[in-house]
């Protein structure tokens, strides 16, 4: 029995200690590109996703060249990932430098959570940055009377879009009551073309048809009072039409079959609508640049309609009424080391709406949120579309903020998860309503 | 003389011999401090903690609070906890159902001499190799009516909305499920079949009795340890299914694949209620250990002995 | 599980190596006589297991063109590696460092703790090592999902988040329990005798349990490498909710990333299927028989 035991057990102890030295190596301080607070210098989350992916790519690049010291460095995230990583990263103090966000709840939580940067004394320091913006953008960015968030980007309503080709084919126009939607369901059906394309498996893209049809139906009190709190605020008749009308058009054929397992991150919903195998899509004004990128020329062609949602018999929404992003949001985390907070402001200040970058969110068809661009938009090879939203945005007497950007993310994902289940017709729309009310003023 | 001289040696040694091997038993107590540490520390303390966090409120975000009975009360009267749970044992019991006679069988049939089982076998094991996502993304891309197994093999019987109806999605993760985790219990039941002696059927062939009785009366009974072993393995590891189900349908369509293990981690990270998540997830351990005792009693495994004696 | 476990080994062993022991041929002529459904059966089920594999793997060989253009069945018309390119390009050997690195940083450990405390709990006596044995039984029953959300604080609290080790000592711990329960009855199933020999010839525990237990526990430390390896090789919560950074993936969230950014890409995502699961296959190729013997031999009773 004489074997080399202890060369055995010292090779046994080297083989256990490898790892674990690697793993320390890594573990301190997280290392590589993207990194958080803690020595990398600011850092940003983003949406991937053309062409917003590119655009802030090349925003970040030409600020870091004329800032060296002040280097941003950015990691991408997909859209759904996004909202449960960054929750994760706050709860762990690990979140990046600059936090991107669509304001509403979301940003209530952080805030009251102390995890973002108090901006309204630095937007008072810096009142030109303050009146470059569209004045209502800082609604969804204030928490408490104070702001925290750097509105940016665009502004995103809600858009029906249309398959000119398909409608030629098919002698119709696009609708303009919902009387309208329901007929051209069954000429669209009857062409084995579906009627509407429906990213069904993320929900907040069905949430966008409940939005519209409710301002439309009820007029945007109902979700004000939705959104303040007020007790079985979510039982209004103007609800449970909506409800009903949604199961009316899902048991039509309204949407494409397999709706529900179709994800708008993966670009499919838009893919089905440029393919010529839905003939409508009510989506994010976003997707036109994205459109215009992936649809081959569909874009560029003129092929893509776009109309405002269509009204409702009897409604007492105004059909001018808007629904969507006003604008994306930018916060600062407040974990961050003062060197990162300055980089960010500076980048604020300097390098996310540089006139480069909105002529680029111009040139992929989205209007920034930045007063002063009519000429701009004019100049456009897009301007038809562009001038679209930005007359919507402009005029609209009511713009809804998304619900599930609105409301806390505790409604938000309980809303969410009833709204998969009413298009799925598993719930009526009084179940609907009656689970709703319980996450009132939660 | 010689006598007590041989005889106060070995007493000596023999006093001295109990004296050591007292002593050795209990150093041996120290060698269990490293296991003990890393089990107390990272899986009884966090065990505490799910306790804990269940009377507590917190967004995951901000600070926690005390919440005291509330998440308890609000996830006991809550519509989708009895949702997960029912999930969650269905689909215990419809694999269990579905995954044991087919294990039991190919064990069997693994366990025969013949070459081109062995080779079989082989090709087997491949589902274990793949992680869950891999097995989950697999299947995606596999049952896509347009370009997957539908349009390859011309049934149009296969190009359901298998991930967009409720009933067919549940039908669709137990199977894949199943796909995945035969081969494991297969080479489980394949070794039992192994031990079974064969003077036993050899006895029942001069008996006269056919491979189908031989089957019922001598593989199944001796199996029995076999099948304990493997159906706790089943039950306790179904109470965990995560990743598969997370990747493949993530809960849905609407509730219809929201497990409870699933149920959890969106309260906790995606609704922000890490309290009643915590509440779900005392839940689990209950039933987990509660399944455990029971299947323990069932295969009466409280012999810690060896089992040499008999054979 | 017990001696019928060792015997059971060398059953193992011999049956994949082809012998014939008559234990082979009785099993053999018996079975022959249920060959036409049991064969087909087991050509059945091969062909469950083989397709989809196949499918995954001509997939990531075709263009996208060539996905939406050919059959789903048709072998790639103009097979390309481009797809694998594709997927090497996004990372993934760094993903497959990173999870080599928390496998054998968790596997390596478990087994060495679990060893000594298995080692502890059969040939030492007391109410201790009896409390011990008893709370690692119990922790058999305990899931990691169920805790994660402590396990989420704790690895905050202890400055450990996104980093390879949050994701080694969980990991670690909840492999104990079973690695504990199967290693202490293979120990059991030594004979006394072996011991009292090793400490008539003057050896202490701490030599005895290197020297003897060590050797002769050997294949199933090879089953519960491989086990444990298995399990955290394709674990996926952990790193889920303990990682953020991309340079910290491990395989399993590297691929569901992956794929949720180029769900469109199908062969590319196929490919990164297959380019995950590569070295899992190789070492299956190479150490076969050792893990099918391991496997069986830990686990059949």
Redesign the interface.
């Given at each position: 029995?004489k074997?080399p035991?202890t060369s055995?057990?010292s090779f046994?102890a080297l083989?256990?200690l490898?790892?674990?030295a690697?793993?320390?190596t890594?573990?301190?301080g997280?290392?590589?590109?993207?990194?958080?607070s803690g020595g990398g210098g600011a850092s940003m989350w983003y949406l991937?996703g053309e062409p917003n992916q590119t655009t802030m790519q090349k925003a970040v690049d030409a600020f870091n060249s004329a800032n060296s010291s002040d280097k941003i460095s950015v990691?991408y995230f997909?859209n759904?990932?996004y909202k449960t990583?960054i929750k994760?990263?706050l709860?762990?103090?690990?979140a990046p430098t600059i936090i991107y966000g669509w304001g509403g709840g979301g940003l209530k939580t952080y805030a009251e959570a102390n995890q973002v940067e108090d901006l309204t004394g630095w937007f008072e320091q810096n009142p030109d940055l303050k009146k470059k913006f569209f004045p209502s953008v800082f609604g969804a960015a204030t928490v408490n009377g104070k702001i925290y968030a750097l509105p940016n980007q665009y502004v995103a309503p809600i858009v029906l879009f249309y398959n000119k080709e398909l409608f030629q084919k098919a002698g119709v126009q696009p609708p303009n009551t919902w009387d309208d939607v329901m007929s051209l369901v069954k000429t669209f059906n009857n062409m084995g073309v579906a009627p509407f394309s429906l990213g069904g498996q993320s929900r907040w893209t069905s949430m966008m048809w409940l939005e519209y049809l409710l301002d439309r139906i009820g007029g945007p009190d109902v979700f004000k009072a939705i959104f303040e709190g007020k007790p079985n605020a979510w039982s209004d008749p103007a609800v449970i039409e909506t409800g009903t009308k949604i199961q009316e058009l899902v048991s039509a054929d309204g949407f494409i079959k397999g709706f529900s397992s179709i994800?708008a991150?993966?670009?499919?919903d838009q893919?089905l609508l440029f393919s010529g195998k839905a003939a409508m899509m009510l989506h994010g004004s976003w997707t036109y640049g994205a459109m215009k990128k992936a649809g081959q020329n569909f874009v560029q062609s003129g092929k893509l309609g776009f109309v405002p949602f269509p009204t409702v018999a009897d409604g007492k929404g105004d059909p001018k009424n808007g629904v969507g992003n006003p604008a994306a949001y930018m916060s600062i985390s407040s974990k961050a080391s003062d060197k990162e907070k300055e980089s960010a402001k500076k980048f604020f200040k300097d390098g996310i709406l540089t006139d480069t970058v909105i002529n680029a969110y111009i040139n992929s068809g989205s209007v920034p949120i930045v007063n002063g661009i009519e000429d701009k938009l004019d100049k456009s090879e897009d301007k038809e579309f562009l001038n679209f939203v930005y007359n919507m945005a402009k005029n609209a007497p009511s713009f809804q903020q998304s619900w599930d950007q609105a409301l806390s993310p505790t409604a938000a994902e309980a809303l969410l998860n009833n709204i998969d289940q009413l298009f799925l017709k598993s719930i009526t729309p009084q179940q609907f309503a009656e689970n709703m009310n319980g996450t009132l003023g939660k | 003389m010689s006598n007590a001289v041989s005889t106060a040696p070995r007493a000596a040694a023999r006093v001295s011999d109990s004296k050591q091997t007292d002593q050795?038993?209990?150093?041996?107590?120290?060698?269990?401090v490293?296991?003990?540490f890393?089990?107390l520390?990272?899986?009884?303390?966090?065990?505490?903690?799910?306790l804990?966090?269940s009377f507590t409120s917190w967004d995951g975000i901000g600070a926690i609070g005390a919440a005291g009975l509330d998440n308890w009360f609000s996830v006991l009267a809550d519509p989708g906890l009895y949702n997960a749970l029912g999930l969650t044992f269905l689909i215990m019991i419809v694999s269990w159902l579905v995954q044991t006679p087919?294990s039991l069988?190919?064990g069997?049939?693994?366990?025969?001499?013949?070459?081109y089982?062995?080779a079989?076998?082989?090709?087997?094991?491949?589902?274990?190799?793949?992680?869950?996502?891999?097995v989950a993304?697999?299947?995606k891309?596999?049952l896509?009516p347009n370009?997957?197994?539908a349009?390859?093999?011309g049934l149009p019987f296969l190009a359901q909305d298998w991930l967009g109806v409720p009933q067919l999605a549940l039908g669709l993760v137990i199977f894949v499920i199943a796909?995945q985790f035969v081969?494991?219990h297969t080479?489980?039941?394949?070794?039992?079949?192994?031990?079974?002696?064969?003077s036993l059927?050899?006895a029942a062939?001069i008996d006269g009795a056919g491979?189908i009785k031989?089957f019922f009366h001598i593989t199944l009974p001796q199996l029995k340890?076999?099948i304990?072993?493997?159906s706790t393995?089943m039950v306790?590891g179904s109470?965990?299914y995560?990743?598969l189900i997370?990747?493949l349908t993530g809960g849905g369509p609407g509730n219809s694949t929201r497990i409870l293990?699933l149920d959890?981690?969106l309260r906790?990270?995606r609704a922000n209620l890490?309290g009643p998540?915590?509440v779900i997830?005392?839940i689990?351990?209950i039933i987990?250990?509660a399944?455990?005792?029971f299947l323990q009693r069932l295969g009466g495994k409280d012999k810690?002995?060896?089992?040499?004696e008999g054979? | 599980?017990?001696?019928?476990l060792k015997?059971?080994i060398q059953?193992?062993g011999t049956?994949?190596r082809?012998g014939?022991t008559?234990?082979?041929?009785?099993?053999?002529s018996?079975?022959?006589?249920?060959n036409i459904p049991?064969g087909l059966?087991?050509w059945i089920?091969?062909a469950?297991?083989?397709?989809?594999?196949y499918?995954?793997v001509i997939?990531s060989l075709k263009t996208q063109a060539g996905?939406?253009g050919q059959?789903?069945?048709?072998l790639p018309t103009s097979p390309t590696l481009e797809n694998y390119q594709m997927v090497l390009e996004a990372d993934f050997a760094t993903y497959f460092m990173n999870s080599a690195?928390?496998t054998?940083?968790s596997v390596?450990?478990t087994v060495?703790?679990?060893f000594?405390?298995s080692?502890?709990?059969v040939?030492?006596?007391?109410r201790?090592?009896k409390l011990?044995n008893g709370?690692?039984l119990?922790?058999?029953?305990?899931?990691?999902?169920?805790?994660?959300?402590?396990?989420?604080?704790?690895?905050?609290r202890l400055n450990?988040?996104?980093?390879?080790?949050?994701l080694?000592?969980?990991s670690?711990?909840?492999a104990?329990?079973l690695t504990?329960l199967i290693l202490s009855n293979f120990i059991?199933?030594v004979p006394n005798e072996l011991f009292e020999s090793m400490r008539l010839d003057g050896c202490?525990?701490w030599?005895t349990?290197?020297?003897?237990a060590l050797?002769l526990t050997r294949p199933a430390i090879v089953t519960v490498a491989i086990y444990n390896g298995?399990h955290v090789?394709?674990?996926?919560?952990l790193p889920l909710?303990l990682t953020?950074?991309?340079?910290?993936r491990v395989?399993?969230?590297g691929?569901?990333?992956f794929?949720?950014?180029f769900?469109?890409n199908?062969p590319a995502?196929?490919a990164s299927?297959v380019l995950?699961?590569l070295p899992?296959?190789v070492l299956?190729v190479i150490g076969?028989r050792q893990l099918?013997a391991g496997?069986?031999?830990g686990?059949?009773?």
């Open positions: 029995m074997q035991q055995r057990r046994l083989a256990a490898t790892p674990f690697v793993a320390a890594t573990a301190c997280t290392s590589g590109p993207g990194a958080s991937s990691t997909q759904d990932a990583k994760t990263a709860g762990a103090n690990q994800t991150d993966s670009q499919a893919a | 050795r038993k209990a150093a041996l107590a120290w060698l269990t490293p296991a003990l890393f089990f520390v990272f899986a009884v303390i966090p065990l505490a903690g799910v804990i966090l087919i069988l190919l069997v049939f693994t366990a025969g001499s013949q070459r089982r062995a079989l076998a082989v090709l087997y094991f491949l589902p274990l190799l793949l992680s869950s996502a891999a993304i697999a299947f891309a596999l896509d370009f997957g197994l349009t390859g093999l796909w081969p494991f080479l489980i039941y394949q070794g039992g079949v192994r031990q079974i002696p064969k059927y050899e062939q491979t031989q340890y076999t304990i072993t493997s393995l306790v109470l965990t995560f990743d997370f990747v293990a959890m981690y906790g990270f890490m998540a915590s997830a005392v689990l351990v987990g250990l399944l455990a005792l810690q002995g060896s089992q040499l054979l | 599980m017990s001696t019928v015997s059971n059953e193992a049956g994949l082809g014939t008559a234990a082979k041929r009785g099993l053999g018996r079975l022959r006589r249920l049991g059966g087991g089920w091969l469950i297991i083989i397709l989809p594999v499918y995954v997939t996905y939406f059959n789903p069945l048709a690195i928390v054998l940083g390596i450990p060495l703790v679990s000594m405390a080692f502890a709990i040939r030492g006596s007391g201790f090592l011990v709370v690692f119990m922790g058999l029953a305990i899931p990691l999902q169920a805790t994660i959300i402590p396990i989420y604080l704790m690895i905050i450990l988040y996104d980093s390879l080790l949050a080694m000592l969980p670690i711990a909840f104990i329990p504990v059991r199933d202490s525990e030599q349990m290197w020297r003897l050797p298995l090789w394709n674990g996926f919560l909710v953020q950074s991309p340079g910290l395989l399993p969230l691929l569901w990333t794929q949720g950014e769900s469109v199908i995502v196929l299927v995950s699961t899992i296959l299956y076969r099918l496997l069986t031999a686990f059949s009773k």
